[in-house]
């Protein structure tokens, strides 16, 4: 089992920056991809970004290239999702989810599906004023 923890939402204004992080614990992680998802209210979860622990190779949604950054510290077990330029329409509930499948020759597209995922967090809020 792993277990997920989010935190780092808030309250920013539109053009602000919020660093969201997850905590795993409970297995090695080496080799587990770790996701973030949103769900705004009345909307279907999306994917927003996802980092492959082992290599670090990175995937986004094409609403957050450019804008958001994901990334990990090993020694920590902790990824990290870096909100820049944030806009009204991010607002959400974000969270972080770990795929344990161990494969490394899935495509992107594999890992923007929430239901490949394996564990989830509880969530956290991020609010984006304009």
Known sequence: QVQLVESGGGLVQAGGSLRLSCTASGRTFWSYVMGWFRQAPGKEREFVA??????????YADSVKGRFTISRDNAKMTGYLQMNSLKPEDTAVYYCAAESSGRTDYS???YSRGLEYDYWGQGTQVTVSS
């Open 50 to 59: 996802a980092i492959r622990w082992r290599g670090g190779v990175t995937y």
């Open 108 to 110: 992107a597209s594999y």
